[in-house]
């Protein structure tokens, strides 16, 4: 074998170890994160969201390519998976993908592909901004892919990139109505939909006004108070003052269900929000975002990128060839996003609360560094803000010392450690 | 202004090279002779001594790259006194040749850095008897007259260190027939002794010749120089990869808290000058002309170079990310996290050996054996970094090319730790 096969040969043997023989698998005897496939279909979008990686630099991670060739592509994969008795959940990116016809055809011929086949996806996830609502022909489409889907069993899952009514300045230019507001959270009772709003440095001083409005439209549409996906968007525009006033909203939450709750700690690690748990929580995988467990093809031309958000051209790992074959011809790439660990990573490695730390975003850690792993200093604040506010906050409604009993010992060391210099 | 630990500079001050040797990690383009002009220009402009002072607090050693340096050492001279003036504690500059073209200018460009106290180092670029395949025909009878010329004009002593680059081709020419190694290492001690009484002083002794990084190897190369370092240390030879694990050894224990001792100048204590823009180092010179580029890009000929990954954008990200000109801050910062600190950089390596010793392509100990696994990361992290190269291959500083991993994973690295037991 000459270089470049055997750098295909490294590629690709760790990719059939780490996904596709995992995916041969029931899903039952999988490894517990193999279980994901994401398409991206196309970054097209009709908002343009003021902190949205595609907006500022979408020409440059998706090719221009036309929809029958996306569409052609999609089913080369599905017919690749099928004939190899492979079975992954499917999600569909970037972009709005609800208003292109192309991703209904994805969609359909998906459902249409696995039909009469025993084994099938359990779900397909969709990340969308629900604006297809204020169209009937796209909203009657896909309200009919929701029932086909639940029909054959595999459920299309939508997860609603709404960020609430007293933050849509940041989503410009479509805004919704009250009574389109009401018809998004039926929806997302009838078909169990999930919000996850954006938390951003721009309107963060609106978030105390915006949860109650969600909590009180969960009430209203009879839906669970945790519904509710809260990230921070990790870019590096937060100001001194924005940081403080994230601040004010974790420690508003945190008052909010402690008095709505019986035992805060039990609620936090069983249901509870995500932000307030996740410093004190261990995940399987180096990093937090799914990075490191989704093989994810850009379906304009079968390329094998790392992420969405970081398929610039230099990074490419491989790609599939007419055949279906994967050509990997950036193994060390491939390998060494799947496997490092944030708290190792340069910066972090030092740093005082690197088993806290949400980590940061690699796109936007590359945007705004150049670097894949140098950490943006001011998201670096803003997460030191966060776990700071964290542990004052749940040492004051004393719950610190029992989230320290279920935490592991070294991040019961970093949490002392932070008592110490609060 | 940069972080005072920049001490060291060097320019580009050639665009033109007499060779075409075929590990060179410069590629000729058609190009390079219209932008050689350019550069002769601007070296006799003395431009470049304002931009290191605008750049540079402090300054205490200096270079010359590019391609061949030797051709326009005369235009650089006249203003080697100015950059002296502005950084007083200049102490040392340095460059090496093909010793293919004229070298007299030497004995002008010595006696001015002597007068200013300044030393002069000069490598001198041979492959022993593989300079004729590697560099260009008659290339082994050039070099000896150019010296004998260069030492029939000196007055004073000047000290020479030979640097020499050996491929795969080279060491299985070896491997086969282990006279050819005698031979290698008889070559520069024939000059040496040829020149003994003259005013040319070769220093740290006979080459150790170092390896096309980051090369194209295969796990059958990498059998194959398993077998070259077994010979070597049959014969007795010191390989200059034994220094360095030697070195690693020594020092290991600072990793923890000063990983920048380990790593290479380059982006650490020295940069790198062309016209206006700030270099990580000479490595990257050229790639900010976007005329350069192009006619890379319409090359599909990379026989002489060992990146071949341009048209993906890499040379595009180089550009905008690594070659800054004006603010410098983001850059020093990530240069900083780069040749601060290791740990994932370890972590990485050590998971690329555990996979090529499952897909066959190391030795299979590498699959159990943890303690190798993380010796071996730690030698090709502390005694054969760069950055540049980590970039070009892989998209990022922080990940060691599969190549140079797969070359010592095969036997090699073993061989290697045999010569310091």
């Not at chain 2, 058609?30 to 006799?44: A, G, L, T």
Request: net charge negative.
């Amino acid at each position: 074998m000459n270089f470049e096969e055997e750098n295909n040969q490294l590629g690709r043997n760790f990719m059939q170890r780490m996904y596709f023989d995992e995916y041969a698998k029931p899903y039952d005897e999988r490894r517990r994160d193999a279980t994901r496939i994401e398409l991206q279909s196309s970054y097209k979008c009709n908002l343009n969201c003021k902190y949205c990686y595609v907006v500022r630099h979408g020409d440059k991670l998706y090719p221009e390519v036309d929809d029958e060739t996306i569409y052609e592509n999609a089913e080369r994969i599905m017919d690749w998976m099928i004939e190899n008795g492979y079975v992954a959940n499917y999600e569909i990116f970037s972009g709005e993908p609800l208003i292109k016809d192309v991703n209904f055809r994805i969609l359909g011929m998906i459902l249409d592909k696995y039909e009469n086949e025993e084994r099938k996806p359990d779900c397909i996830q969709i990340p969308t901004n629900m604006t297809w609502i204020k169209n009937e022909d796209f909203k009657n489409r896909v309200v009919d892919l929701l029932d086909r889907s639940r029909e054959e069993n595999i459920p299309i899952k939508l997860s609603m990139s709404i960020d609430g009514k007293y933050c849509t300045d940041n989503r410009p230019p479509i805004t919704f109505t009250d009574e389109e507001y009401d018809e998004l959270f039926t929806m997302a009772k009838k078909y169990e939909f999930g919000y996850h709003p954006m938390v951003y440095s721009e309107e963060i001083e609106n978030w105390k006004k915006n949860w109650n409005w969600f909590q009180e439209q969960f009430r209203k549409h009879n839906l669970p108070m945790n519904n509710i996906y809260l990230l921070e968007v990790r870019n590096r525009e937060w100001s001194k003052e924005q940081i403080n006033k994230f601040a004010e909203f974790l420690e508003y939450i945190i008052d909010w269900t402690n008095e709505r709750v019986d035992d805060f700690v039990d609620y936090m690690y069983s249901d509870g929000y995500n932000m307030l748990r996740s410093p004190f929580t261990t995940h399987g995988r180096g990093v937090g975002c799914s990075i490191q467990s989704t093989p994810q093809i850009r379906l304009a031309d079968l390329a094998l990128t790392m992420c969405h958000r970081t398929s610039y051209d230099e990074f490419i790992l491989g790609k599939f060839d007419e055949d279906m074959e994967l050509n990997i011809f950036r193994p060390e790439l491939l390998i060494g996003h799947t496997i490092f660990n944030q708290e190792r990573q340069p910066m972090c490695e030092k740093c005082m609360i690197n088993k806290l730390c949400t980590g940061q975003c690699m796109g936007a850690m590359y945007e705004y560094t150049g670097d894949l792993f140098s950490p943006i200093p001011n998201v670096c604040r803003l997460e030191f803000k966060k776990i700071a506010t964290l542990i004052n906050k749940y040492k004051e409604i004393g719950v610190l010392d029992s989230i320290k009993l279920r935490s592991n010992d070294a991040t019961k060391v970093q949490i002392e450690n932070m008592e110490k210099i609060l | 202004m940069l972080n005072k630990r920049f001490k060291s500079s060097e320019i580009t001050s050639t665009g033109s090279c007499p060779l075409d040797c075929n590990y060179c990690y410069i590629p000729k383009t058609e190009m390079m002779e219209s932008m050689h002009d350019e550069i002769v220009e601007y070296v006799r402009s003395g431009d470049w001594v304002d931009v290191i002072d605008e750049n540079f607090q402090n300054l205490t050693a200096f270079s010359l790259w590019g391609t061949e340096p030797l051709l326009t050492l005369e235009d650089v001279e006249p203003h080697i006194r100015e950059l002296k003036d502005r950084f007083p504690e200049l102490e040392l500059v340095q460059f090496s040749s093909s010793f293919c073209v004229d070298p007299t200018p030497i004995k002008s460009f010595k006696e001015t850095l002597d007068e200013l106290d300044i030393d002069l180092g000069v490598q001198v670029s041979a492959d022993g008897q593989y300079t004729e395949v590697n560099r260009m025909e008659g290339a082994t009878k050039l070099i000896k007259q150019n010296l004998h010329k260069l030492a029939e004009v000196l007055d004073t002593d000047l000290k020479l260190r030979w640097k020499s680059t050996i491929g795969t081709d080279n060491i299985k020419d070896m491997v086969e027939n282990p006279e050819e190694i005698d031979k290698f290492f008889e070559y520069f001690e024939d000059i040496e002794k040829e020149l003994e009484d003259t005013h040319l002083n070769f220093v740290g002794g006979s080459p150790n010749p170092t390896l096309v990084v980051p090369g194209k190897y295969t796990s059958e190369n990498g059998k194959t120089f398993a077998k070259y370092l077994k010979l070597l240390r049959e014969k007795g030879y010191k390989s200059t990869y034994t220094s360095r694990l030697q070195r690693c050894q020594k020092l290991a224990h600072k990793i923890d808290r000063k990983p920048f001792i380990f790593t290479c100048a380059g982006g650490d204590s020295n940069l790198g000058i062309d016209m206006d823009n700030i270099h990580l180092c000479h490595r990257t010179y050229y790639f900010d002309r976007e005329e350069y580029r192009e006619s890379l890009r319409q090359t599909d000929d990379y026989d002489n170079w060992d990146v071949s990954l341009l048209e993906e954008g890499i040379l595009d990200m180089m550009n905008k990310w690594y070659i800054p000109s004006g603010d410098t801050t983001r850059f020093e910062y990530v240069l900083r996290n780069y040749h601060d600190y290791f740990k994932m950089k370890l972590d990485i390596t050590k998971a690329l050996l555990r996979e090529f010793a499952e897909c066959g392509q190391a030795e299979e100990i590498y699959k159990d054996d943890e303690t190798l696994r993380e010796t071996l990361a730690l030698f090709l992290h502390t005694s054969m970094s760069c950055p540049v190269e980590n970039l070009l291959n892989t998209g990022t500083m922080h990940i060691h090319p599969v190549s140079m991993i797969r070359l010592w994973c095969n036997g090699a690295f073993q061989e290697l730790l045999r010569t310091i037991k």
